[in-house]
Nanobody, 125 residues
Framework: VQLQASGGGLVQAGGSLRLSCAVS????????MGWFRQAPGKEREFVAV????????YYADSVKGRFTTSRNDANKTVHLQMNSLRPEDTAVYYC???????????????????WGQGTLVTVSS
């Protein structure tokens, strides 16, 4: 599938942003749509995932309770609503697709075959 992420920008600490990931290409049965981020000088890390068919979600501890991922079947878009943003949330955010998603390793980047180009989120203190 092809993925196009958007919605990044500059926001003050405590603010909110909503990222979107437009999905095109193959069908989505058994897909997991993940969000990852890479901060300057750090490795890319898992943020959240949503199971396309059932809508179940899973979050990294660092964002749990602040971030929410959802999907829109009609326009094939996945969203990441980010609230109560902190300076440490500053990163390039990527959406990714896993065509054979399973719950054994929802955050394993090696399982995701397709990646979007990334969108920069900057949180100022």
């Amino acid at each position: 599938v092809q993925l196009q992420a958007s919605g990044g920008g500059l926001v003050q600490a405590g603010g909110s942003l909503r990222l979107s990931c437009a999905v095109s290409g193959r069908t989505f049965r058994n897909y997991g749509m993940g969000w990852f981020r890479q901060a300057p000088g750090k490795e890319r890390e898992f943020v959240a995932v949503i199971e396309w068919s059932g809508g179940n979600t899973y979050y990294a501890d660092s964002v749990k309770g602040r971030f929410t991922t959802s999907r829109n079947d009609a326009n094939k878009t996945v969203h990441l609503q980010m609230n109560s943003l902190r300076p440490e949330d500053t990163a390039v955010y990527y959406c990714a697709a896993d065509s054979s998603f399973h719950w054994r390793a929802p955050g394993d980047q090696r399982e995701y075959e397709d990646w979007g180009q990334g969108t920069l989120v900057t949180v100022s203190s």
